[in-house]
């Protein structure tokens, strides 16, 4: 027999079993409609779990992103004051968090996939509920027990066929989710603990960021320096060079020679 | 007649699409037989196509069973096994 065939046959046996309850047939109406209604709660808030965890993964790739931005910064500033050293070391990071990145686009991607899934399976789920109670009323006023028997069979054929299929895509998405929960809160405790250098953590605990603060501070006031020396001793940087090559400075040069000579007498 | 797709609904299919099908059929079962994965995702691909294409969306509101029930599309063969046992279905 082929494979739809055989399929077909075990899953409406087993959907047809989980619903054949009661005694009275009409009884099996409403406990297959109480059934019914569990199940959609079920999908609902499978629906919202799938979309908790594809909103944490968002989360995490927002945060390693700017975290790979603070680290190119650091990069561009650590060049900017000649240490290729760390430059490097802050580029390696950075493409270490590429990686952690892509994974995690990849799962939010199939995230979205799920959510979108059981979303349009709650969706046909709650239509065919909607059908059910309508005929359930029906079957109930209209028909004796003995008659009612193969109309509810009709129905319930229908609905338990549906809440198979949603039952198992509910499966499959809290699987799927479940080993995706358990690498995102991996990486939630990495995050928490320093160890990717998370931006939450605000000014810039880690090393890089403690070494170029400290080369910046030091180019500051190195800055500072000669920009003071320049204004109150334009007389240093002839007596520090001796004999400047620059035109520039030539010019300057018996100017500020004169000048103190003057000032002194 | 009435197709369903694991996961994503019913299909009205013309009878006289079922010997295409029906081939395309084959070709999973030979895979889900030699456990061959490489050829299964493609022939599993292919059939679920084949129902796409010539099949209409069934109305989402009724209560009618299907005729056919096929695996859903991110399968795997170990899947399609459980759906041919007694075990690993939740009925709801």
């Known amino acids: ?265 | 007649m009435i197709v369903r797709i694991l996961g994503e609904g019913q299909y009205d299919v013309a009878d006289s699409s079922l010997d295409e099908l029906n081939r395309l059929d084959a070709e999973v079962e030979a895979a889900v037989d030699a456990d061959d994965d490489v050829a299964f995702t493609p022939a599993l691909a292919a059939l679920l196509d084949g129902v796409r294409a010539v099949g209409t969306a069934h109305d989402v509101d009724s209560l009618d069973s299907s005729d056919l029930i096929l695996p859903p599309a991110d399968a795997t063969i170990a899947e399609v096994r459980e759906l041919l046992t007694d075990e690993g279905l939740i009925p709801g």
Not at chain 1, 32 to 49: H, N
Not at chain 1, 113 to 123: C, P, V
Not at chain 1, 133 to 142: D, N
Request: net charge negative.
């Open chain 1, 1 to 265: 027999m082929s494979i739809m065939k055989r399929m077909s046959l075990i899953f409406r046996s087993k959907a047809n079993k989980a619903l054949d309850k009661a005694e009275d047939p009409r009884e099996t109406l409403d406990y297959s409609y109480q059934r019914q209604l569990d199940l959609l709660t079920k999908v609902r808030r499978g629906v919202a779990d799938v979309a908790t965890s594809r909103k944490r993964v968002e989360l995490q790739v927002n945060q390693l992103e700017q975290q790979q931005a603070k680290l190119q910064g650091q990069a561009e500033k650590a060049l900017g004051v000649g240490r290729e050293d760390l430059a490097r070391e802050a580029l390696t990071r950075k493409s270490g968090l590429a990686q952690q990145i892509g994974d995690l686009k990849t799962q939010h991607a199939q995230l979205q996939g799920e959510e979108e899934k059981l979303t349009l399976a709650q969706q046909r789920l709650q239509a065919k509920v909607e059908s059910f109670r309508t005929r359930k009323e029906t079957i109930k006023a209209t028909y004796t027990a003995a008659e009612a028997q193969t109309k509810i069979g009709e129905a319930m054929s229908g609905i338990g066929e549906e809440m198979g299929d949603v039952g198992m895509a509910m499966q499959r998405a809290e699987d799927k989710t479940a080993a995706m929960q358990a690498r995102a809160g991996a990486i939630d405790e990495l995050l928490a603990s320093g160890a990717l250098d998370d931006v939450s953590q605000s000014g810039g605990g880690d090393d890089i960021a403690r070494e170029l603060d400290a080369l910046s501070s030091t180019s500051d006031v190195e800055a500072e320096l000669a920009r003071m020396k320049g204004l109150s001793a334009p007389e240093q940087p002839a007596a520090l060079e001796g004999q400047p090559a620059s035109g520039d400075i030539l010019d300057e040069q018996p100017q500020t020679q004169a000048r103190p000579a003057g000032e002194q007498s």
